[in-house]
């Protein structure tokens, strides 16, 4: 199980830190991803970390601004985002992986989900 908090509201320009615990199953070999799903859009990816070796992947509308990270002790993964636009308004989903590298940006590579937490940035 996958369970996402730390949303919330924050005014552009500021920072907001969401966790993803995982439990149930050993991620250990997963890539994990964060989402986001504005009002009337698609999901679209944002970032994902290799548990192994910590390789990090963004999308270009948040690299420089957005950092994903992980603690394998206490099985969580974390998203820093700093810099907040409007725009970064979504509710934000965590997501576990064992597909391929290549294919870790679509939302079918991931099998797991954890519940969103809503981020809203005003302007």
């Known amino acids: 199980q996958l369970q996402a908090s730390g949303g919330g509201l924050a005014q552009a320009g500021g920072s907001l830190r969401l966790s993803c615990a995982a439990s149930?199953?050993?991620?250990?070999?997963?890539?994990m991803g964060w989402f986001r799903q504005a009002p009337g859009k698609e999901r679209e990816f944002v970032a994902a970390?290799?548990?192994?070796?910590?390789?990090?992947y963004y999308a270009d509308s948040v690299k420089g601004r957005f950092t994903i990270s992980r603690d394998n002790a206490k099985n969580t993964v974390y998203l820093q985002m700093n810099s907040l636009k409007p725009e970064d308004t979504a509710v934000y989903y965590c997501?576990?992986?064992?597909?391929?590298?290549?294919?870790?940006?679509?939302?079918?590579?991931?099998?797991?989900w954890g519940q969103g937490t809503l981020v809203t940035v005003s302007s």
């Open positions: 149930g199953r050993a991620f250990s070999s997963y890539t």
């Open positions: 997501a576990a992986s064992k597909a391929p590298l290549s294919i870790i940006a679509t939302i079918n590579a991931y099998g797991s």
């Open positions: 970390i290799r548990w192994s070796g910590g390789r990090t």
